[in-house]
Nanobody, 121 residues
Framework: QVQLLESGGGSVQAGGSLRLSCAAS????????MDWYRQAPGKQRELVAS???????NYADSVKGRFTISRDNAKNTFYLQMNSLKPEDSAVYHC???????????????WGQGTQVTVSS
């Protein structure tokens, strides 16, 4: 069984920074794409950033230049560095990863439980 555990959320003032982590544990053979999503109250969940197994990244327009996604394959962990935070960045952030548990298995998507980020003005 694979689990994703987020950490690093919290409360910060506008202009501040936070670094989110998402650690994958359990039976892991390979990890493909890794993504960060967020969902604010009353809003749809949105893709914030993604990173491929090769390190290619993609960002939502609203966070370009402020957020950076990265991964440490040796630790099965990926990160979201969030700088110049704005109140509109407040949301529950979830990580998602495409993981193969065994060589002969198909890749499956797994989600973390989420971590709250609150940015005050």
């Amino acid at each position: 069984q694979v689990q994703l555990l987020e950490s690093g959320g919290g409360s910060v003032q506008a202009g501040g920074s936070l670094r989110l982590s998402c650690a994958a544990s359990g039976r892991i053979y390979n990890i493909n794409d890794m993504d960060w999503y967020r969902q604010a109250p009353g809003k749809q969940r949105e893709l914030v950033a993604s990173i491929t197994s090769g390190g290619s990244t993609n960002y939502a327009d609203s966070v370009k230049g402020r957020f950076t996604i990265s991964r440490d394959n040796a630790k099965n962990t990926f990160y979201l560095q969030m700088n110049s935070l704005k109140p509109e960045d407040s949301a529950v952030y979830h990580c998602k990863a495409n993981i193969k548990g065994r060589p002969f298995e198909a890749f499956e998507y797994y989600w973390g439980q989420g971590t709250q980020v609150t940015v005050s003005s």
